[in-house]
């Protein structure tokens, strides 16, 4: 089993930054891509990044293009999400999320196989 954990959420005001934290442990070799998704009261679980754990590949929800970067570290089995201008439309739970397979369909939440428990993060205007 692969487990995730997520560091890094906290408040902040508009135009500010934070970067997220996902250390993973367990049998990470079968892991092909690694992604954040983020939820907000009311709303359906959203794709925001996914880097391919070979290569490191990169895509992005078009709401976060030019503001987040995310980038891993192999020998620290962690995958970060550096948020810059943050915006209060990006308040919501941010999830590390996992998965095996080569697929498409990247913030598809129903195809990841492992979540960590989640790190809010809070814009203020």
């Known amino acids: 089993q692969v487990q995730l954990v997520e560091s890094g959420g906290g408040s902040v005001q508009a135009g500010g930054s934070l970067r997220l934290a996902c250390v993973a442990s367990?049998?990470?070799?079968?892991?092909?891509?690694m992604a954040w998704f983020r939820q907000a009261p009311g709303k359906e679980r959203e794709g925001v990044a996914v880097?391919?754990?070979?290569?490191?590949?990169?895509t992005y929800a078009d709401s976060v293009k030019g503001r987040f970067t995310i980038s891993q570290d192999n020998a620290k089995n962690a995958v970060y999400l550096q948020m810059n201008s943050l915006k209060p439309e990006d308040t919501a739970m941010y999830y590390c999320?996992?998965?095996?397979?080569?697929?498409?369909?990247?913030?598809?939440?129903?195809?990841?196989?492992?979540w960590g428990q989640g790190t809010q993060v809070t814009v203020s205007s």
């Open positions: 367990g049998y990470l070799y079968t892991l092909t891509r």
């Open positions: 999320a996992a998965r095996r397979d080569y697929g498409s369909n990247w913030d598809n939440p129903a195809i990841y196989k492992f």
């Open positions: 880097i391919y754990t070979d290569g490191g590949f990169t």
